[in-house]
């Protein structure tokens, strides 16, 4: 193959003469040097490097979307990370709050706490004397009801007889009834009668304002007796004064009880 074409000598006409000489001999010394076999090479070569630049061009453009895609993918990494860590800042910001209302919350038990303390010491400091005052009132009531039994004692006989038409055989101030195994009754006002010819009798109990409670601690103990002394028992009471409730109380659960002021028993008077 030539290295001169047509093209390329026209060019290198307007040369001088001297240099196209030159360049002549030039390309005539390359062309005798430079064989087909070598310039086939040459070109086997530049286009090995051909391929091999564009194998390179694609790798690079390959490596290119992938450092695209790794990028994007930073960037949505980022994105998430920063929204984490702003629900973790919003976390740890709600969680100091709980901290802090559950201090204020430990804080408040705390005083809900020593206030009950200080509540139930006052609360049995009240009872002690509540229970003074009960002590010292059951003593007074204990008193007032022995001064009620004393004086109606002399006049019971006449009550009796005045009242329920019985015959007393023996009445006795503070009786107590044993029933055995150490239990035992004590009656404020004991009376053995005859009415109709047949032994009865007559268990009063004395209290300066009977209550719906003392009413049926009687009766409890009228049971008992009952049950003890097998015939027929006429209870009573005997009191200052007594509320409305427990008449009410009295008349419509045990009609069987009388009651009296203390006032109704001394007009029968002494024997």
Do not use: W
Not at 49 to 75: G, M, N
Not at 144 to 166: C, M, Q, T, W
């Amino acid at each position: 193959m030539p290295l001169i074409t047509s093209s390329l000598y026209r060019k290198m006409e307007v040369l001088p003469d001297e240099v196209k000489s030159v360049l002549l001999d030039l390309v005539e010394q390359i062309d005798n040097s430079v064989k087909k076999e070598d310039f086939d090479d040459l070109k086997g070569i530049v286009k090995e490097h051909a391929e091999a630049q564009k194998r390179t061009e694609d790798r690079l453009f390959s490596l290119t979307v992938k450092v695209e895609e790794l990028a994007e993918a930073q960037k949505k990494t980022e994105e998430r990370l920063g929204s984490l860590t702003l629900r973790v800042e919003e976390l740890a910001e709600a969680q100091k709050k709980t901290e802090e209302r559950l201090d204020s919350l430990t804080l408040r038990v705390e005083e809900l706490a020593e206030a009950q303390k200080r509540t139930e010491e006052s609360l049995n400091k009240l009872i002690k004397r509540v229970d003074n005052i009960e002590v010292q009132f059951g003593g007074l009531s204990m008193a007032v009801g022995y001064g009620i039994e004393d004086r109606l004692y002399p006049k019971l006989k006449r009550f009796i007889k005045g009242h329920f038409s019985a015959t007393s055989t023996n009445v006795v101030l503070r009786h107590h009834i044993n029933y055995g195994n150490g239990k035992f009754d004590e009656v404020n006002l004991y009376c053995e009668a005859l009415k109709d010819d047949k032994k009865v009798y007559f268990i009063g109990e004395c209290k300066a304002q009977p209550g719906k409670r003392d009413i049926l601690k009687f009766m409890e103990m009228i049971k008992r007796l009952k049950n003890s002394l097998l015939t027929d028992i006429y209870p009573f009471i005997v009191g200052y004064t007594y509320h409305p409730e427990v008449e009410d109380f009295i008349r419509e659960r045990f009609p069987e009880i009388s009651y009296f002021k203390t006032y109704e028993i001394e007009y029968y008077g002494e024997e």
